[in-house]
Nanobody, 124 residues
C-alpha cells in the first residue's frame, strides 16, 4: 500500500511563512510528478504547484513568486515553502503524487495518491 504523509501547516499571521512536507511510503517502482493542491471552504480543490521528476516546476498564478516547491527524490519527499502568506491562502493543503507500481500480474500501473490534508490558516 502506498501512502503520502504530510506535515507542517498551522496558524500564521499574514506576511508570515510556513513550510509543508510530504513523504511517500510503501511499495512502488518510482514516483513521477508530485504536487500540492489546496481547498478553501466552499471552493473546489485547486492546483498550487507541481514538480515532475527532473522537470520544470509549475505554479498557480496566485502563488508565483511567493511559494516554492522542491523535491528530494532520494527521500521520496516533496516540500512547499510558503512565504508572504495572505488570508486568501487559508485552505486545507493536499499532497499528490503519480506513483508507478507493479501489480500482482507484473504489469506497471500509474496510481494517483493523495495525502490526508493539512490545514493552513492565515490570519489578517
Amino acid at each position: 500500500q502506498v501512502q503520502l504523509v504530510e506535515s507542517g501547516g498551522g496558524l500564521v499571521q499574514a506576511g508570515g511563512s510556513l513550510g509543508l512536507s510530504c513523504a511517500a511510503s510503501g511499495s512502488f517502482v518510482s514516483i513521477a510528478t508530485m504536487g500540492w493542491y489546496r481547498q478553501a471552504p466552499g471552493k473546489q480543490r485547486e492546483l498550487v504547484a507541481t514538480i515532475p521528476t527532473g522537470g520544470r516546476t509549475n505554479y498557480a498564478d496566485s502563488v508565483k513568486g511567493r511559494f516554492t516547491i522542491s523535491r528530494d527524490e532520494a527521500k521520496n519527499t516533496v516540500y512547499l515553502q510558503m512565504n508572504s502568506l495572505k488570508p486568501e491562502d487559508t485552505a486545507v493543503y493536499y499532497c499528490n503524487a503519480n506513483i508507478i507500481i507493479r501489480d500482482s500480474s507484473g504489469a506497471y500501473r500509474n496510481l494517483a495518491v493523495w495525502g490526508q490534508g493539512t490545514l493552513v490558516t492565515v490570519s489578517s
